[in-house]
């Protein structure tokens, strides 16, 4: 009983002594210490509580985000600046395409660079009803753009194909070549900043897409290389054969309807897919063996008819690439295509 009233009972506490000796010192010893104790387990328990707080704070925070983001992107469709650089950091798809994903950095980077052209080149006022209809146009080629391009991507492993960056240099040098000489490689950065708002690591990597499409769509064509070699050997055997009769035969008996043509007088220097640089070492009427354009659009077979110190002539014939647009064309009718914007369809012709 006596100990249960102790609990109870406050004790008087005995008065510090106002002198510090041998016998004191552990009372002013216990004192300080006791002053520290009642701010010591608090700030324990704040911190901790501190801690908890901060992370959910945090996790709510990026949870946040990330539905802004999504509603940004998805739903809204925002295609600002921000939002391109946003998606360059955090590599979202905009679709899938047999199971490849197709990136909305991908999407924006095309779709940004033409308005850009068609707002500084054109004055296009994408406020008007004609210029909310480009505006949708240009959504609809672009994601074709890159919805091919990742498909080429993926085609790429399966045909062992990619780009180095020795052929993807040798290649940018070619598209700065003009009838006047090279042009310098500042003044082209300059000119593409100007006209489509890429940078020169943006350009660089947009032309490696597109050449990485090319070479996959080269592989991938035996019914184009066949017809090609064929062509090729008939004009070997017989040089005298008139090219244009040789095309129409060609086009009712092959898979693949080849096309017919002549250059006309152009420079040597020509930006025609790299036939007029071919053309140059050809003799009059000689023929070329098989070329591929380095536009895409499929395989040559050229006789260079005449030439002078600046410009050329050649006529030719063309073997289409079909395979590959065949076979996107495939994966799309199975329903293997998915977009996760709705883009407005327009099928009016645009200019």
Not at 68 to 91: A, C, D, R
Not at 181 to 208: C, F, H, K, R
Not at 223 to 245: G, H, Q, R, V, Y
Not at 282 to 306: A, C, H, M, W
């Amino acid at each position: 009983m006596k100990k249960l009233v102790k609990k109870f009972v406050k004790r008087k506490k005995e008065p510090l002594p106002t002198r510090i000796t041998s016998e004191t010192i552990e009372q002013h010893r216990e004192h300080i210490l006791a002053g520290g104790r009642k701010f010591k387990y608090p700030i324990q328990y704040a911190r901790h509580r501190l801690v908890i707080n901060t992370i959910i704070i945090s996790v709510t925070a990026i949870v946040i985000a990330i539905a802004v983001g999504w509603w940004q992107l998805y739903p809204q469709q925002n295609t600002s600046e921000f939002m391109y650089h946003v998606t360059k950091v955090i590599p979202v798809p905009v679709a899938y395409v047999d199971g490849q994903p197709v990136l909305y950095s991908d999407y924006l980077m095309k779709y940004l660079s033409s308005i850009h052209y068609l707002e500084q080149k054109e004055q296009l006022d994408v406020k008007t009803d004609s210029g909310k209809s480009q505006v949708d146009y240009i959504k609809q080629k672009s994601m074709e753009y890159v919805i091919e391009n990742a498909y080429a991507a993926k085609l790429a492993g399966q045909y062992d194909v990619s780009v180095s960056n020795a052929e993807l240099n040798n290649y940018l040098t070619s598209l700065r070549q003009t009838s006047g000489g090279e042009i310098s490689e500042q003044t082209n950065d300059a000119v593409i900043l100007d006209y489509y708002g890429w940078s020169p690591d943006e350009y660089s990597y947009m032309v490696g897409k597109e050449l990485l499409r090319q070479k996959v769509s080269y592989a991938m064509d035996k019914d184009a290389k066949k017809t090609a070699d064929s062509i090729e050997n008939t004009l070997s055997t017989n040089p005298k054969i008139i090219m244009k009769d040789l095309a129409e035969s060609t086009s009712k008996t092959s898979v693949i309807k080849v096309n017919y043509g002549v250059s006309g007088l152009v420079p040597k220097s020509n930006q025609d897919g790299g036939l007029a640089i071919e053309a140059t070492k050809l003799k009059i009427n000689e023929i070329s063996p098989v070329i591929q354009s380095t536009t895409g659009d499929g395989f040559y077979v050229i006789r260079l008819l005449q030439m002078n110190s600046s410009q050329i002539s050649y006529e030719y014939i063309n073997i289409p690439l079909t395979a590959f647009t065949n076979s996107l064309n495939q994966v799309e009718k199975e329903g293997k295509v998915t977009q996760f914007i709705s883009i407005p369809s327009d099928n009016s012709e645009q200019s």
